[in-house]
């Protein structure tokens, strides 16, 4: 089992900043990839961004050049920094986690944070 632990959420101003960061551990044998995705009342859940071990990175285009996502593979631990942040981007966040198991080396398994609330308002 994994467990995934947010924390960096609340309530900012608009063009202010916050910085989110999720830390994964328990038992696997590697993390293939750690992301961050976002959920607003009445929407789906829609991918943020996402970064690989190998340290690349993917944005949704409505954070493009005001979001960085960014990790620590020693601590098993990815940030998200949030720049210029706008009332659109209010939303609960949630940390994912894909894992390669102890008893697998094929087979990967996902895992989601408990999510973060994020909002932005003056």
């Known amino acids: 089992q994994v467990q995934l632990v947010e924390s960096g959420g609340g309530l900012v101003q608009p063009g202010g900043s916050l910085r989110l960061s999720c830390a994964a551990s328990g038992s696997f044998r590697s993390i293939n990839a750690m992301g961050w995705y976002r959920q607003a009342p009445g929407k789906q859940r829609e991918l943020v961004a996402t970064?690989?071990?190998?340290?690349?990175?993917n944005y949704a285009d409505s954070v493009k050049g005001r979001f960085t996502i960014f990790g620590d593979n020693a601590e098993n631990t990815v940030y998200l920094q949030m720049n210029s942040l706008k009332p659109e981007d209010t939303a609960v966040y949630y940390c994912?986690?894909?894992?390669?198991?102890?008893?697998?080396?094929?087979?990967?398994?996902?895992?989601w944070g408990q999510g973060t609330q994020v909002t932005v308002s003056s």
């Open positions: 994912n986690a894909v894992t390669r198991p102890v008893t697998s080396a094929i087979m990967t398994v996902a895992y």
């Open positions: 970064i690989t071990s190998g340290t690349t990175t």
